[in-house]
């Protein structure tokens, strides 16, 4: 089975707010059923083993945008929400964090024994596998501490696990995909990437294959092998954002959908709903979430722009915009079905917009000036963080947040 990628972030501790999980979940939910709407539990499956993907959707439900604990809140989230409706949705996430990951085995038996036709024991083999593939297997000096299997009633299935290397006080997490079938002694992963440690350990590269049997034997030693390169993500251990962290012409885009007049009204009518710009730009974010193409996430950072993050970067998390966000999310899915599929429609329609500015003209995000209109509308917009509620600042931000030129 082929490892899709892996992300590298700075070890952080703590625990997500009450104010910030239960939204965390809601928003989660909703992106989830949008998802499955489009694309189908696949579809959900092979966003979920994209490591760049996986960091923007963390970006947009407002968690810190760079740190390890993006990781255990997304799936904490994800997994609240999915459970419940696991019959519904056709798939579940099984696992989490510490003890919760070593129930993995037996919460997939079950899914198996009640979804019928899948093989339960399989399944909780390649959980077992993939979990000492990547913390015994491959000696890069991470030990895991999470590991979540998602799985489909169809059997295709995606994990997502991480590890702790205390000693350089980074987390590293790693991801699977199930799509095309493979040798888990023989080149699971498309490889893997990291800062440099020195000569790594790896047990299941195919050219291992007469050290393996060595070993077997109890005689011979292992070949060892520098990897290559996997989708790999590598984060700063620095709590603010700057501008070379995201594609300022995409981020130009988004807000001038959300500022333009022009655009802001035709963003209103295909949305049928009479949203200020602050939650349309929030909505186009989520709204590429959702439907953006892979390429699209090689700047996990911009989609913090949507509802900021909780340690305050690039700003407080605006709560009402968030609950704005959920609202308009959820109108569209508890919709009767004609009304639900305009809605749905429509909230596709916005990220195709978004990209219609990026082609026909030169967008650009003024980043010190987003960051400071940002700040002083947070105190208006709920803004919060881990330390408290956002205070009011002196006003005088620019306001022209992007500029648009005609391309020749």
């Known amino acids: 089975m082929p490892r899709s ?91 989490g964090r510490g003890r919760h990951s070593r129930r993995t085995p037996d919460e997939l038996r079950a899914y198996a024994a009640a979804a019928g036709g899948l093989d339960g024991n399989a399944l909780a083999r390649a959980s077992r596998l993939t979990a000492r593939i990547d913390n015994n297997a491959v000696a890069d000096g991470f030990q895991l501490y999470l590991h979540a299997f998602a799985i489909s009633a169809a059997g295709e299935w995606a994990v997502v696990q991480q590890g702790m290397n205390a000693g350089t006080g980074m987390a590293r997490r790693y991801h699977w995909h199930s799509a095309t079938a493979g040798d888990f002694t023989a080149d699971p992963h498309t490889a893997i990437h990291g800062r440099p440690q020195g000569v790594i350990l790896n047990l299941v590269d195919a050219r291992a294959g007469r050290a393996q049997q060595a070993m077997l034997e109890l005689a011979g030693q292992p070949v060892l092998k520098t990897l290559g390169e996997a989708r790999r993500l590598a984060m700063p251990r620095r709590h603010e954002v700057r501008a070379q962290d995201l594609d300022l012409k995409r981020l130009g885009a988004v807000l001038a959908v959300a500022q333009e007049r022009e655009l802001r009204d035709f963003a209103n009518l295909l949305l049928v709903e009479g949203l200020g710009p602050r939650t349309l730009q929030a909505l186009a974010l989520v709204a590429e979430v959702v439907h953006g193409a892979p390429a699209r996430f090689h700047d996990p950072a911009r989609f913090a722009f949507a509802h900021g993050g909780k340690d305050g970067h690039p700003f407080p998390v605006p709560l009402k915009t968030y609950d704005e966000t959920i609202a308009v999310l959820r109108r569209g899915l508890d919709a009767g079905r004609v009304e639900r599929s305009e809605k749905l429609d429509a909230f596709c329609r916005l990220d195709r917009l978004a990209r219609a500015v990026e082609r026909g003209l030169e967008p650009a995000a003024d980043f010190p000036a987003v960051i400071a209109r940002e700040r002083e509308l947070s105190p208006s917009l709920q803004g919060r963080t881990v330390f408290g509620s956002a205070r009011r600042r002196r006003a005088g931000a620019q306001l022209r947040l992007f500029n648009l030129s005609r391309r020749d």
């Open 5 to 95: 990628g892996f992300a590298d972030l700075p070890l952080h501790g703590g625990r997500v707010p009450a104010w910030l999980a239960g939204r965390m979940a809601r928003l989660g939910e909703a992106v989830v059923e949008h998802i499955l709407a489009g694309y189908g539990p696949s579809g959900l499956l092979t966003r979920l083993s994209d490591p760049f993907w996986f960091q923007a959707l963390g970006c947009v439900l407002g968690m810190d945008w760079h740190s390890s604990g993006i990781t255990t809140a997304v799936v904490g989230a994800l997994k609240r929400a999915i459970q419940p409706r696991a019959a519904e949705f056709g798939l579940t996430i099984c696992g």
